[in-house]
């Protein structure tokens, strides 16, 4: 057949299953550590566990970041620490979801839920301010009416963070070095390459110890 | 008139206030038979690739997407029509208008189905049967080319300019393959008209599948003519006027809106009307068995049948044209012309003549197998011999 090979090759096609994803619809699963809109977390007891402290903005490469800290007010503070972020601004127009920004944070107080799928009509959209990116009192993220919530992509908001080694050790890894989150508690480590843990160095119980 | 009235039972009676209405009526019968299997083409053309990748196609626009193309023409509708500075405006505004004409009156000879009476009027179920019949057919094409030619050059544009250039040699080009091809048809029939080119391939038991209709007597022509044809309507494989790669878009790059809606009308319209000669030349037409569950010279069979028939065809051959679409690759454009100057035309052209013999071997009661033999061998040294003084690829550069 030669040169008509391909007509057979086109109508057998014809037969098998379709891989199309009826996409608004549905959602195509995403790993769990996939980089989406931020979320600014809390304690389980519902404070802010952002500080101000800026190194999320200093490390942005996109410089999509705005941070102002403030002290927190004696009579009902913000966050735990001394001064908390009054300011919080994530321009997703620039944002290129490097998680470096995850990474920096010393309070774990943003990390990345799995939603990508998110079409602002305006700049002023696009502009995430504290109040939208905070979670609300169940732990989840605000749901902002632009973006398309299915359900599952605020389940594991902090994977990645709670996948990479601790202060950067390697051999912290997998070892719980992080507080608790509202709505979730302390989570267990995000485990997906590694089954056992390696061994700590003797006399050492791990980070924060 | 008489000339094209043909053989149309209508006008045997003079032509009178009645015929008037009834020739309007079937006019826009006709062109709204055109213009809904254009929709209907383009929605089952995107559905048929889609379900060939693996994919759904259009499924938004109505039930299975049926309206998508409603849609789409309605948006193009109402989108902004530029008009380039350099563009000659008489002339860039009439030619979507010429390239559609000459499609839709290709397709008033084709007859869709048998003859049927209104009142005391009979006529045949086809917009016109003049005796020209199928030399209608190859004028109208040729005068769709000027749509695309006068498009790419009104334009005041090189990319159109080029696009045009390409699709008028092109088509000029296949042209003679697609008339050489018909005649190897005429040749059998005897003659022009649609309607007796039909009437020939009638359906008397289901004997007549090999023995009457055209497509095995004529198998060489057949094929011919619908690589001919495909390459003639700018169809992939052979849709050079618009290689997106080389010339972005052909000669309609400067064309928006409703204009540029109308240039692919009238593309489309060009693939049924191709689709729709190549099954009365050879599939017969509107002939096919009938219902025998009903009188045999009933409404059903004398309105229904041969029209689903007739539609039953169409969209077989209609979907061969969406399969090849979506199995071939575009041709280089020197092998496209290598193929019709080099081997279709010179086929085709013997092809004719060896039916011809046939045809006189039979009428003069000589042996007609030990004719066909001789007339086929002939035939095949005579194109050894044409091949083998064709200059190959790169000799004239030897040569000079």
């Known amino acids: ?45 519902g404070m802010e566990k952002c500080i101000g402290c800026e190194l999320c903005a200093g490390v942005c490469p996109a410089r999509c970041i705005y941070v102002r800290g403030a002290d927190n007010p004696p009579d009902a503070p913000v966050s735990p620490g001394e001064r908390y972020g009054f300011v919080y601004e994530i321009n997703y127009l620039r944002c290129i979801h490097c998680d470096l920004c995850v990474e920096a944070c010393p309070t774990e107080a943003i990390t990345e839920t799995n939603l990508f799928e998110y079409s602002f009509h305006t700049r002023r959209e696009a502009i995430y301010t504290r109040e939208e990116l905070l979670v609300g009192d169940d732990g989840r993220a605000k749901r902002q009416p632009w973006e398309l919530w299915l359900g599952g992509e605020d389940d594991e908001t902090s994977a990645w963070m709670r996948a990479t080694s601790p202060s950067g050790n390697a051999e912290y890894e997998g070892r719980v070095a992080w507080s608790g989150e509202l709505g979730f508690g302390v989570r267990p480590p995000e485990r997906g390459q590694l089954d056992e843990l390696p061994a700590l160095p003797a006399g050492d119980d791990g980070p924060g110890s | 008139m008489a000339v094209f009235a043909g053989g149309d039972p209508l006008f045997d009676h003079g032509i009178d206030l009645t015929v008037v209405v009834m020739l309007i009526v079937k006019t826009f019968v006709v062109f709204g038979l055109l213009l809904v299997s254009v929709l209907l083409y383009i929605w089952f053309m995107r559905k048929v690739i889609a379900d060939m990748q693996n994919r759904i196609g259009p499924d938004k626009a109505g039930p299975f997407g049926i309206l998508q193309t409603l849609a789409d023409g309605v948006k193009l509708f109402f989108k902004e029509r530029t008009t380039p500075i350099a563009a000659d405006r008489p002339v860039y505004l009439l030619a979507p208008f010429v390239s559609a004409l000459a499609a839709f009156l290709a397709f008033a000879i084709v007859p869709f189905g048998g003859a049927v009476r209104i009142g005391s009027h009979a006529t045949f179920l086809q917009l016109a049967d003049p005796p020209v019949g199928i030399l209608w057919l190859l004028a109208m094409s040729g005068l769709g080319v000027y749509g695309v030619m006068l498009a790419g050059w009104s334009s005041g544009s090189k990319y159109p300019l080029l ?234 550069e030897e040569i000079r």
């Open chain 1, 1 to 45: 057949m030669g040169r008509l090979s391909g007509f057979r090759v086109t109508l057998t096609q014809v037969f098998k299953p379709k891989i199309t994803e009826d996409f608004p619809k549905e959602k195509r699963p995403k790993p769990l550590r996939f980089h989406g809109r931020h979320v600014l977390n809390r304690y389980e007891d």
């Open chain 2, 163 to 396: 696009g045009s250039v390409r699709a008028s040699a092109q088509v000029l080009s296949y042209e003679a393959a697609v008339g050489l091809s018909v005649v190897g048809v005429l040749v059998l029939t005897n003659t022009l008209s649609t309607r007796g080119i039909v009437g020939q391939q009638a359906w008397h038991s289901w004997d007549s599948f090999v023995s009457q209709w055209l497509w095995l007597p004529a198998i060489g022509a057949f094929i011919i003519f619908l690589i001919a044809a495909t390459a003639e309507t700018n169809h992939p494989p052979f849709d050079f006027s618009e290689a997106e790669e080389e010339l972005a878009g052909g000669y309609h790059i400067e064309y928006s809106g409703i204009r540029f809606a109308i240039f692919y009308l009238a593309e489309f319209m060009n693939v049924i009307t191709m689709s729709a000669i190549a099954v009365t030349l050879f599939l017969g037409g509107p002939s096919g068995p009938w219902l025998t569950l009903v009188a045999h010279h009933g409404w059903v069979n004398v309105w229904i049948v041969p029209v689903f028939w007739f539609l039953l065809k169409l969209w077989a051959v209609l979907y061969g044209t969406v399969w090849i679409r979506a199995s071939l690759p575009r041709l280089r454009y020197d092998l496209l012309m290598n193929l019709g100057w080099k081997v279709l035309i010179e086929a085709a052209f013997l092809w004719a003549m060896v039916t011809g013999v046939i045809v006189v071997a039979r009428d003069r009661g000589w042996n007609v197998y030990l004719t066909a033999f001789a007339a086929g061998a002939a035939a095949l040294l005579v194109y050894g011999f044409l091949m083998a003084c064709v200059p190959r690829a790169g000799e004239l």
